[in-house]
């Protein structure tokens, strides 16, 4: 891959409705591109904001559906609440105000896992599932050590930028790491929220999900490594697993055409 294939301009989003939608306890800041096509929620990583968006969401309106973005509870403005709720309940809670009967969900790191909890809760609300760069939240005990030997001690603490873009992206695009790391130092204003979740996410209720699912993981990925997207594709049957090369942590960033193309091909299919 050249030096240059690695920096892309982000493109003029189109026009979105923002709004304060109330959920149980709290209110979440959401935009919705609006439209008559089918639904797509983006759910961010836990560095990132309803903000984090900017290579997909006019791609995915031009190819004709409807686009929501939204903050978790304590992201950008979404304020954090005394009870920090329920992550799947609340998106629960802004599909009933928004209208929306299912959607395809696409889900980045933590992102994914509150995907994951919500499809175990409301499967019949979602069509098509995308769980991208994620360690996917597994309680599994041997997953659970396997995940963490990964990384060494301290390495939560490490700058953002390092932990979550690639080595060959921050090498060839300084500008583009500079504008992500711009985003997730004002994604958290107030410190993370940790919601709770309505299942037990472990391999077995992996096997549980009924709708397509698609994984994207990249091959630079110190919290999900390919062999680790392995492990979730052979307890998903009848997933699709696509593995981006020099690609770490943020692949709807860090290498946003291979991305898009991925999920515009999986959502499109009947």
Sequence with gaps: MSDAALCHPLPAPVPAAFRQVPVPGGNLACWDTGGGGPAVVLLHPGTGSHAVWGYQQPVLAAAGYRVIGYSRRGHMGSPATDDPGCAAEDLAALLDALGVARAHLLGCAAGAIVAFDFALAFPDRVARMVLACTHMGLEDADYAALSASLRPQGFAQ?????????????????????????????????????????????????????????????????????????????????????ILSECGHAAQWEQPEAFNAAVLGFFGRR
């Design 158 to 242: 490490m700058p953002g930028d390092f932990r979550e873009l690639g080595p060959s992206y921050r090498a060839a695009n300084p500008e583009g790491a500079a504008a992500w790391l711009a985003l997730e130092h004002a994604a958290i204003p107030a410190g993370r929220v940790e919601q709770r979740r309505l299942n037990r996410l472990d391999r077995a209720a992996l096997g549980r999900l009924a709708m397509p699912v698609l994984l994207v993981g990249g091959d630079a990925d110190l919290w999900a490594p390919p062999p680790v997207f392995r492990i979730f594709a052979r307890a998903l049957p009848g997933s699709e697993l696509v």
